[in-house]
Antibody
Framework: EVVLLESGGDLVQPGGSLRLSCAAS????????MSWVRQAPGKGLEWVSG????????SYAGSVKGRFTISRDTSKNTLYLQMTSLRAEDTAVYYC??????????????WGQGTQVTVSS | DIVMTQSPDSLAVSLGGRATINCKSS????????????LAWYQQKPGQPPKLLIS???TRESGVPDRFSGSGSGTDFTLTINSLQAEDVAVYYC?????????FGGGTKVEIK
């Protein structure tokens, strides 16, 4: 059974930093790309970032490029999202998701329960 | 960036009725080299993460009831829910994975009339 467990969400001041983690189990972690998707309160879904199975390829939404960094540790089966220069508009539930097998950008076929990030003074 | 536009924003359907949700992409999401449409549909119930229903525009995920079906061309797509059940009340999103950044539609809320 695929399980994705996010952690690290917190209340942080504008301009602050936070690192989210996602512990994965139930599949061969290094074989699949992974994504972060967020959802602001009462709003729709926004794809944030993706990383290839090897970690050699990453991509970002324009709204976070240069501020967020996605990474993965295959030895720990864990996905990360380092967030810096946080803004109020980054307030959202952040979901970790496992991608399907598409040979490139892909849909997400398993999702975690999400972790809440709140940016406020 | 590819813009995904869903319609309607919400709809109310009688139990047993049919719900039709539309999704239009600002660019073609059909790759001609493999003839695949890079379009997915998700269902999100209150307080839950999204759930993948359909990939490649029309391929249902394992375990998804066959009352859910997807169709469409390179830019215009439809999710149809036949024989609507109470448990289908949710927000439905389309997503293109043709090119980065991946983008979602704004969502369609389905309710019972």
């Amino acid at each position: 059974e695929v399980v994705l467990l996010e952690s690290g969400g917190d209340l942080v001041q504008p301009g602050g930093s936070l690192r989210l983690s996602c512990a994965a189990s139930g599949f061969t972690f290094s074989s699949y790309a992974m994504s972060w998707v967020r959802q602001a309160p009462g709003k729709g879904l926004e794809w944030v970032s993706g990383i290839s199975g090897t970690g050699g390829s990453t991509s970002y939404a324009g709204s976070v490029k240069g501020r967020f960094t996605i990474s993965r540790d295959t030895s720990k089966n864990t996905l990360y999202l380092q967030m810096t220069s946080l803004r109020a508009e980054d307030t959202a539930v952040y979901y970790c998701a496992k991608d399907g097998y598409c040979g490139g950008d892909c849909y997400s076929n398993y999702w975690g329960q999400g972790t809440q990030v709140t940016v406020s003074s | 960036d590819i813009v995904m536009t869903q319609s309607p924003d919400s709809l109310a359907v009688s139990l047993g009725g049919r719900a039709t949700i539309n999704c239009k992409s600002s660019q073609n999401v059909l790759y001609s080299y493999n003839d695949k449409k890079y379009l997915a549909w998700y269902q999100q119930k209150p307080g839950q993460p999204p759930k993948l229903l359909i990939s490649w525009a029309s391929t249902r995920e394992s375990g998804v009831p066959d009352r859910f079906s997807g169709s469409g061309s390179g830019t215009d797509f439809t999710l149809t829910i036949n024989s609507l059940q109470a448990e289908d009340v949710a927000v439905y999103y389309c997503q293109q994975y043709y090119s980065s950044p991946l983008t979602f539609g704004g969502g369609t809320k389905v309710e019972i009339k």
